[in-house]
């Protein structure tokens, strides 16, 4: 299985912007859709994006929908997540994950079978 490694987290104001990176290793990551999701103290973990084997296919959840941008390349082995105008509910641990598939990248943190560390993000008010 892969094995993936975020970057990228830190401390920021609202409004402002963050790119967090996932490396990946171990195999062919141009086999692996990849998802990225937050989880918040005390709250479910969420879907934020996903992007398909070769970038075809994006999703976003609805919360980042038209402030994020997911992001691959394949030559780097390396996923992106680019998130604006961060907001303070924006705040959580964020993973990357990776299944091995062609098609849609998956909604449901379930059907991934790799994961990150996860990488925190803080977003004061």
């Known amino acids: 299985q892969v094995q993936l490694v975020e970057s990228g987290g830190g401390l920021v104001q609202a409004g402002s912007s963050l790119r967090l990176s996932c490396a990946a290793s171990?195999?062919?990551?141009?086999?692996?859709?990849m998802g990225w999701f937050r989880q918040a103290p005390g709250k479910e973990r969420e879907f934020v994006a996903g992007i398909s084997r070769r970038g075809g296919i994006i999703y976003y959840g609805d919360s980042v929908k038209g402030r994020s941008t997911i992001s691959r390349d394949n030559t780097r082995n390396t996923a992106y997540l680019q998130m604006n105008s961060l907001k303070s509910e924006d705040t959580g641990v964020y993973y990357c994950?990776?299944?091995?598939?062609?098609?849609?990248?998956?909604?449901?943190?379930?059907?991934?079978?790799?994961w990150g560390q996860g990488t925190q993000v803080t977003v004061s008010s």
């Open positions: 994950a990776a299944v091995s598939l062609t098609g849609a990248p998956p909604r449901i943190h379930r059907e991934y079978g790799s």
């Open positions: 171990g195999g062919t990551f141009s086999n692996y859709a």
